[in-house]
């Protein structure tokens, strides 16, 4: 793992507009979903980004691959500048940057054999040029799967196997960074783990730097290095992985980590003080002036609904954990604040 | 055979803990498909029971008969294309082979199911006051008036803010929570005494979840009504959860109190699925997956049908691929059955517990 800067995302906005009649008027609007967010991803390093629906991380993640442009921001690539590159010009980033999706039902041609579904982006990069059938057996057996089933059709797969075969699709061009957005959801519990494994190992093997979108708390702590908390199109915490689980500062996260049930319950391990959130997600559309998160907030006081709070590094970013290096905490809130009860139930 | 095992067991090995009468008891309920391709059999000799006042939890992966068999309770299978066989008795009435009319008469009034995808379970066509005053007026004779007024009731209820005037408005107009909390005043609007719930929360953000989770419970305290969970999150059922059938390729593997069962799992199974969850390993630390990949419920293993994945069944040898296991009860656990040939199942897998650690 090395520390050079494979991805530099500054200020990242993507508003999507709308007109709507309201009475007699035609009213402009936009639906804010993603609203000024910064993050980078280094070389051979997993980003999580994590939140509830309708947050922006699946907008963010078409941000970075460019399949979606930002209304304003930047993207850097390996420093260059692809914000705002055009189609004919992004041929070299989609070999870079590739995507594994969550569905591993529709995000396959069922026309296809499995074996033209990985050679297409071998020929459109000019990859491997006449080894091209070689090379797909490589990668289905890099991923597991027999290579004698080159010529079957997904639908004579499993969702587990399918999903193999979308990330041996996302391997075929040698990519530097993986954006998989939610890539084991739709899988069964013991596939999952299947899946999450394979994942491990081509990362470690291959060095890879994944952004991992997921809204399953567990499966994030465990895969990646550092962790991004979305809330309505903002970061609200972000940083390494421990900082985030064993001492959240920002109230969302405190509440998003109390909320996911826990198995350990049945272990005899006294269920964990349950921040109970109440309401919805307001909406992106308008969002509540100041903090965002401050309608369902607890803590929120006058001077929340005034002032945004920015994204600043926590202030307790100097207080070691158990001797270790703490690095990097952000965190976007007016009363931070550790709550000693998340913290204690960390085993150490 | 198999059934006279399975009902006496219960009987005798459950009496501990068992208040709230029976309202559901299924026995040997098999359900299959007949296909172009063979018969597919979705669940095969199914039998569990569910009390008043208690949660049971139906838990398995996709494909393995949680929800089929839940379906055949309510008759939402076409019986054209469906071979149903065992037994189902509903508070006291067979409704295996029961008529359409009866069915029309039970769903609603006696049982109720909420299902996963709220969006669509609701019609989009009519308002959400409307829907709920229907199911009421199917079963009682009220004027519209008093049906209405009951809809919005049920709507304050589940903790829907406003409900006057969200009695009003359409399903587009509320959030996933909030449609979720609308199927469940709308199951609940008769009172039944069975509230089936299929993956009521999987759709749903975690902070939402907790919220439906925590509905369900209360209204489940509150009516006294017998609740049968269906989901594949084991951690839901460890905070919610009574009583617990693990379901493998249609079949019942395991089943017994549900936090004692998460806690100290008797069939290989259920512990590789434990063993599989991300919060059970160490950071980074390559997860323990289960290999393979459920059967086919067109042509199931002979033996057990667990046997191509299981990581112990060198230590028995023949019998698990040649004869299915019986229920019995787990030696050494009380109020447990498992199907298995294991000879002392909860010292292998705690042995092998200690050995992963």
């Known amino acids: 793992m090395s520390d050079k800067t494979l991805l530099e995302v500054t200020d990242l906005v993507r508003y999507f507009p709308f007109r709507e009649i309201q009475g007699l008027r035609m009213v402009k609007a936009s639906v804010r979903a993603v609203d000024g967010i910064s993050f980078s991803v280094q070389e051979g390093q997993t980003l999580g980004l994590v939140g509830e629906s309708g947050c922006g991380k699946s907008t963010t993640s078409r941000l970075v691959t460019r399949l979606d442009t930002p209304t304003s921001g930047k993207i850097v690539f390996e420093g260059r500048d692809i914000t705002t590159l055009k189609e004919s010009q992004l041929r070299d980033i989609r070999r870079d940057i590739q995507m594994i999706f969550q569905d591993p039902y529709s995000s396959?041609?069922?026309?296809?054999?499995?074996?033209?579904?990985?050679?297409?982006?071998?020929?459109?990069?000019?990859?491997?040029?006449?080894?091209e059938k070689q090379r797909v057996k490589e990668l289905l057996e890099l991923v597991g799967l027999?290579?004698?089933?080159?010529?079957?059709?997904?639908?004579?797969?499993?969702?587990?196997?399918?999903?193999?075969?979308?990330?041996?699709?996302?391997?075929?061009?040698?990519?530097?960074?993986?954006?998989?957005?939610?890539?084991?959801?739709?899988?069964?519990?013991?596939?999952?783990?299947?899946?999450?494994?394979?994942?491990?190992?081509?990362?470690?093997?291959?060095?890879?730097?994944?952004?991992?979108?997921?809204?399953?708390?567990?499966?994030?702590?465990?895969?990646?290095?550092?962790?991004?908390?979305?809330?309505?199109?903002?970061?609200?915490?972000?940083?390494?992985?421990?900082?985030?689980?064993?001492?959240?500062?920002?109230?969302?996260?405190?509440?998003?980590?109390?909320?996911?049930?826990?198995?350990?319950?049945?272990?005899?391990?006294?269920?964990?003080?349950?921040?109970?959130?109440?309401?919805?997600?307001?909406?992106p559309i308008d969002p509540p002036s100041g903090c965002r998160f401050r309608t369902r907030c607890w803590k929120a006081q006058e001077l929340c609904a005034t002032e945004e709070p920015p994204l600043v590094e926590s202030t307790n970013a100097h207080l070691p954990i158990q001797g270790r290096e703490n690095g990097l905490h952000l965190q976007a809130c007016h009363f931070p604040e550790i709550k000693p009860a998340l913290v204690a139930e960390v085993p150490a | 055979m198999s059934a006279a095992i399975a009902d006496q067991i219960p009987n005798t090995a459950g009496e501990a803990h068992n208040n709230g009468d029976v309202v559901l008891d299924v026995k040997d309920l098999t359900v299959s498909f007949p296909t172009e391709e063979g018969l597919v059999r979705a669940v095969s000799n199914l039998t569990y029971q569910a009390r008043l006042g208690r949660t049971l939890a139906i838990v398995g992966e996709s494909g393995s008969g949680k929800s089929v068999s839940s379906m055949a309770v309510l008759g939402l299978h076409n019986m054209k294309r469906t071979r149903i066989t065992g037994s189902i008795m509903l508070d006291g009435e067979q409704l295996v082979g029961a008529s359409r009319s009866t069915f029309q008469r039970i769903r609603s009034d006696k049982v109720a199911m909420v299902f996963q995808d709220p969006q669509s379970s609701l019609h989009p066509f009519y308002k959400i006051g409307d829907q709920i005053a229907e199911a009421y007026r199917t079963h009682h004779k009220v004027s519209r008036a008093v049906a209405s007024k009951r809809a919005v009731e049920m709507l304050d209820l589940v903790g829907i803010p406003n409900p006057q005037r969200r009695a009003k408005q359409y399903p587009h107009e509320f959030s996933g929570g909030m449609r979720q909390r609308a199927m469940i005043a709308l199951g609940l609007v008769n009172n039944p005494k069975l509230l089936i719930a299929d993956e009521p929360t999987t759709a749903l953000d975690v902070t939402v979840q907790a919220q439906i989770l925590d509905l369900i419970n209360d209204l489940r305290k509150e009516f006294g009504s017998a609740v049968v969970l269906i989901t594949h999150d084991l951690a839901v059922v460890a905070e919610t959860a009574d009583d617990i059938v693990v379901m493998y390729a249609g079949r019942g593997v395991e089943k017994g109190d549900a936090k004692e069962v998460l806690a100290r799992p008797a069939h290989p199974y259920t512990y590789g699925l434990l063993q599989s969850l991300p919060s059970h390993s160490e950071e980074l630390e390559e997860l323990k997956a289960i290999k393979g990949a459920p059967p086919s419920l067109l042509n199931l293993p002979p033996g057990c049908s667990f046997h191509p994945r299981c990581a112990f069944k060198d230590l028995v040898g023949e019998r698990c691929w040649t004869e299915l296991p019986e229920w019995r009860p787990a030696p050494g656990i009380n109020n447990r059955l498992i199907r298995c040939h294991l000879e002392d199942p909860v010292g292998t897998i705690a042995a092998d517990e200690e050995a992963s650690r």
């Open chain 1, 108 to 131: 396959l041609n069922p026309r296809h054999t499995i074996g033209s579904i990985l050679t297409t982006p071998l020929k459109v990069h000019g990859l491997h040029k006449g080894r």
């Open chain 1, 146 to 283: 027999n290579p004698e089933h080159i010529n079957r059709y997904p639908s004579e797969f499993s969702g587990g196997q399918r999903q193999r075969i979308g990330i041996a699709r996302a391997l075929a061009v040698e990519p530097k960074l993986i954006i998989a957005d939610e890539p084991v959801s739709a899988l069964d519990v013991s596939i999952q783990a299947q899946v999450m494994n394979l994942l491990a190992k081509l990362r470690d093997e291959l060095g890879l730097a994944f952004i991992f979108v997921a809204h399953d708390l567990g499966v994030v702590r465990h895969f990646c290095d550092q962790v991004a908390v979305m809330y309505l199109g903002k970061i609200v915490e972000y940083g390494d992985k421990r900082n985030i689980y064993e001492r959240p500062e920002h109230p969302y996260t405190q509440a998003l980590l109390s909320a996911a049930p826990d198995i350990n319950v049945a272990r005899g391990v006294p269920p964990r003080e349950r921040i109970r959130l109440v309401g919805d997600v307001p909406s």
